[in-house]
């Protein structure tokens, strides 16, 4: 039997951490790099939020996860528009696994690349509002 090593111990721990952090876990640092992940794209008029630890990103040798809010000034129907045929083009080259429309003003992508997923929600304030300042997008790669 192959003994263990503190090492190996140590830095499966520290992963492992991480990755239940990106499973909802508060444990996770929340980084916020000013660099988001070169194939998750967002619409020119949607901004970043990046108060009070909102969006963040992790990235190691082996894994990466993220969580970006943006607010949107547009349509919500303009920005699935965007992410349907953008994320699946390339440079991004995701594919498109379900488009959903969900109660409450609430639309969600999702996308697979390899073994990764990234999952958008378009949502509004108000069941009804589906314009300018009411409309968040929340992308989550790899993170529930």
Not at 48 to 59: G, K, M, P, R
Not at 84 to 103: D, F, I, K, Q, V
């Amino acid at each position: 039997m192959r003994p263990f090593r503190l090492g190996s111990i140590a830095q499966f721990a520290v992963a492992s951490s991480f990755l239940v952090g990106c499973q909802g876990v508060p444990e996770l640092p929340r980084i916020f790099k000013d660099e988001i992940f070169e194939d998750i794209p967002a619409p020119k008029n949607a901004r970043v939020q990046t108060d009070e630890a909102a969006s963040f990103s992790y990235l190691s040798e082996s894994f990466r996860c993220a969580k970006y809010v943006y607010r949107y000034e547009g349509e919500s129907a303009e920005a699935v528009a965007f992410f349907e045929s953008t994320m699946t083009r390339s440079p991004y080259s995701w594919t498109l696994e379900e488009l959903a429309e969900l109660p409450a003003g609430h639309d969600r992508l999702t996308f697979r690349k390899g073994e990764e997923r990234c999952v958008v929600d378009i949502q509004t304030k108000e069941a009804r509002a589906r314009s300018a300042d009411s409309i968040t997008i929340t992308i989550r790669l790899n993170y529930q």
